[in-house]
């Protein structure tokens, strides 16, 4: 991504909650999304006109959404922090909804070096 398309911490969590829902193999509507981040669905709405325009996802006015191959790779390397990242708060003795929680705070604020220490200390394949 260039400098005039970055990627916030709202828009990685849009994006994350739209690849958890294709891959359970559920449809992703705004509705679902809106729910399932606790947002309303305008917010949805924007966040879907940003990440079109960073070519991330493809929707049709009251269609579902859908993950360009882009956006595939971009919310599937969301997924794989969160998931280390809540992997290893268990692991401390966390309980599974706080670690998912704060991993879900993590993902966004820690450096490769510190994700990558992590990932090694832990012994987790990257997926």
């Not at 606790?38 to 991330?56: G, I, Q, T, W």
């Not at 859908?66 to 280390?84: C, I, M, N, P, Y």
Request: hydrophobic residues 40%.
């Amino acid at each position: 991504m260039t400098k005039r398309q970055t990627m916030t911490q709202s828009l990685e969590d849009y994006l994350e909650a739209i690849y958890l829902l294709i891959t359970e193999g559920k449809t992703a509507q705004v509705v679902d999304v809106a729910r399932m981040l606790s947002v309303r669905m305008p917010s949805v709405v924007r966040a879907l006109r940003e990440l079109k325009r960073l070519e991330l996802v493809v929707q049709e006015p009251y269609s579902s959404i859908s993950l360009t191959e882009k956006g595939r790779r971009v919310a599937h390397q969301v997924f794989d922090r969160h998931r280390l990242l809540r992997s290893f708060l268990i692991k401390l003795g966390v309980s599974r909804r706080i670690a998912d929680r704060d991993a879900c705070l993590m993902e966004h604020i820690l450096s490769a070096e510190t994700l990558e220490r992590i990932r090694t200390y832990t012994g987790a394949e990257k997926q």
